[in-house]
């Protein structure tokens, strides 16, 4: 019943970077449903000369992003991913803002791999890292005007008038002196034989004239995604395609010894044949629920890893308990990745000394969307994969290495994403494509692989877990003049590498580092410890455990010192206006600071903790309220006030806001994963429990919009969640938090 | 055997015990109808049978022959549905999306039974999971379609 998927071929020639010919400028393309459309792309040739002479303007290649139908609608191939955090509706906003062209307008898509499409300031293309709108924002917003700028030309021509005379309107072109206009749809053909303009030549809009940055633009897909109209990998059907399912080696590392039956499998109904795969068996199937029930029937005699394994190997004795007490046995070395003044000095010379240690836990990603990869190579020698992804060029790389074909030989789509949370990186191992790749071609047939939840969450990478041992001293009226925080762990990036690197991994170490208090004497190190679990990014990465720690031991120096919390906070941040007017808007939102206990209006005992954070290039800062219910916690508020510096979309921000609660209370209250016997106790939503709509608070937003350098907004407004809430519960039970999640602690 | 899925006949090749999410999914190509965890733990694949709401992927397929089901891909053809589907959109509910195929469902099923819901009624019924942490979008969308039937 799906409409098969067909890739305009000017695109594919673009993402191969080779010399091309959009045969007179035309070229088919399919919308978001499959239906086909003549479209008129813009110039390529002009273009083409510019990158060959300045390859380092970024994002200047027009008729690489837009493409303006004959109804005017405007299609733009975005450089980033759409996974619910609202980009491609941003780069609508941007895009459009000065391409003058209403946003509703848009369909956006996301754009193949390809130099053209590397548009980060840090020279990256990737989604992730809450980056998306920030490292591109100017670029695309010159990238609106230069396309805007080719109409006017285009428009010139046609209506025989200087430039100059021209202004445009929402869609339009317009000569004014003679009331004349010509619609961007019209325009688009003509506009194909206008050169790129010189990017030094193009004026932005003046911000105070935005019409739709800065403004609640209704997300583009809120209708598809509200229909089952919206289509993510796992949706995906191609022409002969048959369907895969695997079963994963109990543990990593393992790897396939015999099948003791393979034979019944083989008969078995609707199985078209069993695969040996690395690490894995496999059935290939006309129906995926035949290849699912088969696959699962299978015997398998696993091997132990062999001692060269090229992926972490799983121990059968690993804990993660067991785990925790070995990083908190670790005396070091530790690496220092911040020192200020003299720790070793200001803490013999404290009046008060305090010390604590503190651990997080292991985290699945958990999307809704299991992973999934279509595979299918072409007559031609050729290979086109669909994969949920964040890192389109890396993820050809991988499969050019993996295939031996040359990256101008692979297609690469990237569908939707039902939800991502840092799932979607290029993790050895924690991919299904490369199976996908390995079962089309022994099939001689598209293949669609589909992992249970039950196989991802054997091969999910988790989110790293540390065991952090603060010291800190007081002075004689109770303030902070020294904090040690030395944390045994592995950041993410140090176990993709397989190593520690040169430098200090900053995804180890953000919200221990990079503190804003002014807290004279400082030392912040690492103990890197090697594990044998596969790390991953996770939303808001190290900050979604450091900042934890780090706040809620502030919040046991407030009460050793008998200071306020939120008071001491605004104490050591005296000097910092920019988050000294971010906490006090908190304050405010919350309807003024008041820490409890107290009684609240149901005759519930409930009391209020403060947390900051200031992840990925924006600050936060957080209230929660809570009381205990049934021997839980319950949250009953969290005020947020967020400064992203500036802003794009308000709505947007707002409904990450939401999001980033809710996975900062999941964090907080019932999410762990735990292993026992090298064996993830959950392998599904049935014992990994995650926020249920029960657990959910009541979140109040408020956008501080400081004008500063604007930071990311998907990942900032989670990791103050966690200590908000810990903070609270401390002061309402009187039992210090030390460690996620409090399912884990009993309160009466 | 024979399915009637919204509002046509629909002559499936499957075994009894296949899961109606799989049939739905595989055999007719209705998509929108999502697998999450196929436990009947996240709610994903909700569809209704005779106007409830029933979590598909652990539904075999023969229980449900001689019914009538709907999926989301007719919801706006149903009028309680077509407003659950506006109220989505008004609210800004979606975010990846991928789990509001079975929260329209579960709302609307919800509402087809009782017009104006109350608070208590909502929460027992909206039970679905979402990783984005949509909820209080849900929250403000369901009190709007409890309001506007109760006016």
């Not at chain 1, 067909?6 to 399919?30: C, H, M």
């Not at chain 1, 200047?60 to 405007?74: M, N, Y």
Request: proline share 6%; aromatic share 6%.
């Amino acid at each position: 019943m799906n409409t098969p998927i067909k890739l305009p071929q000017g695109l594919l020639d673009l993402a191969s970077g080779e010399p091309i010919n959009l045969s007179r400028r035309r070229f088919l393309t399919s919308t978001a449903v499959g239906a086909l459309v003549i479209g008129f792309g813009l110039p390529l040739g002009s273009a083409r000369v510019q990158a060959a002479t300045s390859a380092a303007e970024r994002g200047t290649q027009v008729p690489a992003f837009l493409e303006i139908r004959p109804d005017g609608s405007v299609r733009l191939l975005s450089p980033f991913m759409e996974g619910g955090q609202g980009t491609h509706t941003a780069m609508a906003q941007i895009v459009g803002e000065e391409l003058d062209a209403d946003p509703a307008t848009f369909i956006v898509e996301s754009a193949p791999p390809g130099e053209a499409y590397v548009v980060m300031e840090n020279g990256l293309r990737i989604t992730g890292g809450s980056m998306s709108v920030r490292m591109s924002y100017p670029t695309m917003r010159r990238l609106g005007a230069l396309a805007r700028a080719m109409l006017l030309q285009a428009a010139a021509e046609q209506m025989g008038v200087p430039v100059a005379q021209l202004t445009t309107q929402p869609g339009r072109v317009v000569h004014t002196a003679s009331g004349r206009s010509l619609g961007y749809g019209e325009l688009a053909g003509r506009a194909l034989d206008m050169p790129v303009p010189d990017p030094a030549s193009i004026t932005l809009r003046d911000p105070s004239q935005f019409r739709w940055i800065g403004k609640p633009v209704k997300r583009l897909d809120a209708y598809d995604k509200s229909t089952g109209k919206a289509q993510y990998c796992i949706d995906l059907k191609v022409d002969g395609m048959l369907h895969a399912a695997v079963q994963h080696a109990p543990r990593l590392g393992m790897s396939v010894g015999s099948l003791r039956n393979q034979a019944e499998v083989q008969a078995m109904q609707g199985v078209h044949s069993v695969h040996v795969l690395p690490g894995a068996v496999a059935v290939v199937a006309e129906r995926w629920w035949h290849a699912k029930r088969a696959v699962e029937a299978i015997q398998v005699d696993w091997q132990e890893a062999p001692a060269d394994s090229t992926v972490r190997v799983m121990p059968a004795d690993f804990s993660s308990d067991k785990h925790r007490d070995f990083l908190a046995a670790q005396q070091g070395p530790a690496r220092d990745d911040e020192n200020e003044g003299d720790v070793a000095g200001a803490l013999a010379g404290a009046k008060t000394q305090v010390q604590a240690t503190y651990h997080n836990q292991y985290l699945n990603h958990a999307q809704l969307e299991p992973p999934s990869a279509l595979a299918r190579y072409n007559p031609d020698g050729t290979l086109e994969v669909w994969l949920p992804n964040q890192a389109p060029d890396m993820f050809r790389d991988d499969i050019a290495k993996r295939t031996g074909l040359a990256a101008d030989k692979i297609t690469l789509h990237s569908p939707l994403l039902g939800g991502f949370f840092g799932r979607h990186f290029l993790y050895e191992s924690a991919n299904p494509y490369p199976q996908a790749i390995e079962l089309a071609k022994a099939v001689g047939r598209p293949i669609k692989l589909i992992w249970t939840r039950e196989e991802e969450f054997l091969r999910d990478v988790l989110r790293p877990v540390a065991v952090v041992k603060f010291r800190a001293g007081l002075d004689a009226n109770g303030l902070p003049v020294a904090i040690e925080a030395v944390s045994a762990t592995e950041g993410p990036t140090e176990a993709l590498a397989g190593k520690q690197g040169e430098k200090i991994d900053p995804t180890a170490m953000e919200g221990l580092s990079g503190k804003a208090y002014a807290i004279p004497n400082k030392r912040i190190a690492q103990i890197y410890v090697k594990g044998p679990v596969m790390l991953g990014y996770w939303r808001s990465v190290g900050n979604s455990l450091n900042d934890f720690f780090y706040e809620a031991f502030l919040d046991e120096l407030a009460d050793k010192g008998g200071q306020d919390p939120f008071d001491l906070r605004l104490h050591l941040l005296r000097d910092n206006p920019r988050l000294t007017t971010l906490l006090q808007a908190v304050g405010e939102l919350s309807g003024g600071w008041k820490r409890g206990p107290f009684t609240a209006e149901d005759g519930s005992r409930r009391a209020r903790g403060v947390a900051m954070a200031s992840p990925f290039g924006s600050h936060a800062a957080v209230i929660a309220e809570v009381s205990i219910e049934n021997g839980q916690v319950k949250v009953h508020d969290i005020w947020q006030a967020i400064d992203p510096g500036s802003i794009v979309n308000p709505a947007i921000i707002e409904a990450q806001v939401h999001g980033a609660v809710a996975l900062g209370l999941s964090q907080t209250l019932v999410e762990e994963a735990v292993y026992v016997d090298g064996k993830p106790r959950a392998r599904n939503y049935d014992l990994y429990p995650v926020l249920p709509p029960a657990r959910m608070a009541r979140v109040h937003v408020r956008i501080v919009e400081s004008g500063e350098k604007m930071g990311g907004i998907g990942e900032p407004p989670l990791p103050a969640v966690a200590p908000a809430v810990a903070n609270a519960v401390a002061q309402l039970t009187g039992q210090r938090i030390r460690s996620l999640p409090l399912s884990r602690y009993t309160f009466s | 055997m024979e399915l009637r899925i919204n509002q046509k006949a629909y002559q499936v090749d499957a075994e009894a015990d296949t899961p109606l999410l799989w049939v739905i999914r595989d055999n007719l190509g209705l998509t929108g109808t999502k697998y999450g965890c196929g436990l009947a733990q996240c709610g994903a694949c909700s569809v209704l049978v005779d106007g409830n709401v029933v979590r598909s992927c652990v539904t075999p397929v023969a229980g449900v022959v001689g019914r009538e089901i709907t999926t989301i891909e007719a919801i706006e053809e149903d009028e309680v549905g077509k407003r659950v589907v506006a109220t989505w959109v008004e609210r800004q509910v979606a975010q990846c999306g991928y789990c509001q195929s079975g929260q329209v469902m579960a709302a609307t099923a919800l509402l087809k039974h009782t017009p104006a819901p109350t608070a208590e009624q909502i929460n027992a019924a909206m039970i679905n999971l979402c990783r984005c942490g949509t909820y209080n979008a849900i929250q403000s969308a369901m009190q709007d379609l409890a309001k506007q039937e109760s006016v």
